[in-house]
């Protein structure tokens, strides 16, 4: 079992090896945050976002709570996509659910947890929104990976009403965002069909990709 002193070490060999490749990677990376991508994704261990994009850190700005949820009372998931939008100029927001994820099983199987319980209502709420779809659907893991999926294109659309989105189309309009899946079984990434660049690309791309989730076979 690692130790804390062993994640020391490894962090010191971890730094020595960015330093081989790259003698300037830690004096670049100290002066400049440039990233085009914000990624909101589930706080699970399993799922990292810079690595399994292959990006480096500086590169994507990251923000990740339990279930990748977004809702308009979360201040701190608000300040980063304000920060992200409005002074790192990012390009793309993603929001990234994944299959198997602890919170929508949870929220899925109304299991009670405590204090969390709290904040899966807003997922608890995705599934009574998409209850005739979901429980249409037979066996248990098939309708929750669905809600995986419904429940990444719910929150990529309430990224869409924030003020800031809003804001941002409204006066440059470069933002667009994305609602993305990842698989722990095979390490890839899908996209669910939302993406959204401007206010009038929402209502229409949620609703294709919501019919291209209801429709298809697995």
């Known amino acids: 079992m690692l130790e804390l002193q062993d994640l020391l070490r490894n962090n010191r060999d971890w730094a020595a090896r960015k330093l081989a490749a790259d003698p300037q990677f830690f004096s670049r990376l100290q002066h400049q945050q440039a990233p085009k991508w914000l990624w ?3 706080s699970d261990s399993r799922v990292p976002a810079n690595e399994i994009v292959g990006l480096d850190p500086g590169e994507m ?5 339990v279930a990748n949820v977004v809702v308009h009372t979360d201040l ?12 790192l100029k990012v390009q793309h927001v993603i929001v990234c659910g994944h299959y198997g994820c602890g919170g929508v099983r949870a929220a899925w199987e109304r299991r009670q947890f405590g204090l969390i319980d709290n904040w899966l209502r807003n997922v608890q709420d995705v599934a009574e929104h998409h209850h005739d779809h979901l429980g249409g659907l037979t066996g248990g893991t098939r309708a929750e990976d669905r809600l995986c999926e419904l429940n990444v294109l719910e929150q990529a659309r309430n990224v869409c009403r924030t003020t800031v989105l809003q804001d941002a189309w409204r006066t440059h309009g470069a933002v667009t965002v ?3 899946i990842y698989s722990l079984q095979d390490g890839l990434i899908r996209e669910t ?3 959204a660049s401007r206010r009038e690309d929402v209502d229409r791309g949620y609703h294709e990709a919501l019919e ?3 429709t298809k076979q697995s």
């Open 76 to 87: 701190n998931c608000l300040s980063v996509l304000q920060y992200a939008v409005e002074v």
């Open 193 to 195: 069909g939302f993406r």
């Open 178 to 180: 994305h609602g993305w």
């Open 61 to 65: 700005f990251v923000h990740r709570n």
């Open 40 to 42: 909101i994704g589930c």
């Open 212 to 214: 291209s989730i209801r």
